[in-house]
């Protein structure tokens, strides 16, 4: 596997379940993004977590709860969600260099359904 | 703050044809601007970037850009277009020297037709 890679690609689940998505990054990176992509919305940035640490949490409902366990692999924990959070969630990883610019990379993405 | 402003939600063009989509930011600090691009089914991938220096900016697929800090604007454009260029364009804008937080438009949805 090479870049960042997602699973699952696609996901349907009742607003009582309880799922994750995964996100890897083969590239050795060492900050990774969770983001929302709702239709005709500017995608979100919901987490940010640099050095396994999460450094940003843009006011996202505590219905979902991000993990780092390695600079790796980012997980995207799921419960008790609502219609509205069916969405593209995609994950991004860079190498961040204080005070420089560093490409985001993206993965192809989770399409997420709440029924 | 930064805000990015994508006025076409979606552009209709003829193969080979020009084609020019604008985005328009707002910010009161310096800034860095890029353009991806988003096939069916695929994340995002960058285009192009400007972060200093010439203002007129080359990316892959034969993209282009131009930074006019007078007009706020960034509009990507490509002289002959394909229909493999069909996708949704996003127009990003970050804090020059402030990280990675990233800002992004609506998004423009080109749609190449024979």
């Known amino acids: 596997e090479t870049g960042v890679t997602q699973t699952p690609r696609h996901l349907v689940m009742g607003m009582t379940n309880k799922k994750s998505l995964k996100c890897e990054q083969h590239?050795?990176?060492?900050?990774m993004y969770w983001y929302k992509q709702s239709a005709k919305k500017p995608l979100e940035l919901m987490f940010v977590y640099s050095l396994e640490e999460r450094v940003e949490n843009n006011s996202v409902p505590s219905r979902f709860s991000p993990e780092c366990p390695n600079s790796s692999h980012l997980f995207l924990h799921l419960h008790t969600l609502q219609p509205e959070d069916s969405a593209l969630y995609l994950c991004a990883s860079a190498a961040e260099l204080a005070g420089h610019y560093n490409e985001q990379f993206f993965g192809p993405g989770t399409r997420l359904t709440v029924l | 703050a930064q805000s990015v402003t994508q006025l076409d939600s979606q552009v209709p063009v003829f193969e080979e044809a020009p084609v020019e989509l604008r985005c328009n930011y707002s910010?009161?600090?310096?800034?860095?601007l890029f353009w991806y691009v988003q096939y069916p089914n695929q994340g995002l991938q960058l285009l192009l970037k400007y972060l200093s220096g010439s203002t007129l900016v080359k990316g892959i697929n034969g993209f282009e850009a131009e930074f006019n800090k007078s007009q706020t604007s960034f509009h990507l454009r490509k002289p002959s277009v394909h229909i493999s260029d069909t996708a949704e364009y996003f127009c990003?804008?970050?804090?020059?020297?402030?990280?990675?937080?990233?800002?992004f438009g609506t998004g423009t949805q080109l749609k190449v037709e024979l």
């Open positions: 910010s009161s600090v310096s800034v860095y």
């Open positions: 990003a804008v970050s804090e020059a020297g402030g990280g990675n937080k990233l800002t």
């Open positions: 590239l050795g990176h060492n900050a």
